[in-house]
């Protein structure tokens, strides 16, 4: 684990750094419950990165001219639903 975020809704992401230079986070709700790993199909710098509700990531990329753009990543189930944090 080299980062932990906590949406305002309670979504927990925990960002485990994989070899090769990737990542994956592990997302859990309010209650601590595992919900799933999340793999980003963009590779997002290491600098900051922030968690909204809703299940949106939010961090900085390059394009192939080195230049840094935002990108806003949502999380959706496999039906392409949103993800709400459920109450405990």
């Known amino acids: ?5 906590i949406a305002r809704d309670g979504l927990a992401w ?3 750094r994989l070899p090769g230079g990737t990542f994956t ?9 595992y919900l799933g790993a ?12 922030a968690v909204g509700e809703g299940g949106t990531l939010f961090g900085v990329a390059k ?3 080195d230049t840094e753009y935002v990108v806003r990543m949502s999380l959706r189930t496999a039906a392409g639903e ?5 109450p405990c």
Do not use: K, Q, S, Y
């Open 63 to 65: 394009d192939a001219l």
């Open 14 to 16: 925990v960002r485990n």
């Open 82 to 86: 949103r993800v709400e944090a459920l």
């Open 25 to 33: 986070w592990d997302i859990f709700d309010a209650c601590g419950r």
């Open 38 to 49: 999340v793999v980003p199909e963009t590779r997002l710098d290491w600098g900051p990165i």
């Open 1 to 5: 684990m080299d980062h932990f975020d």
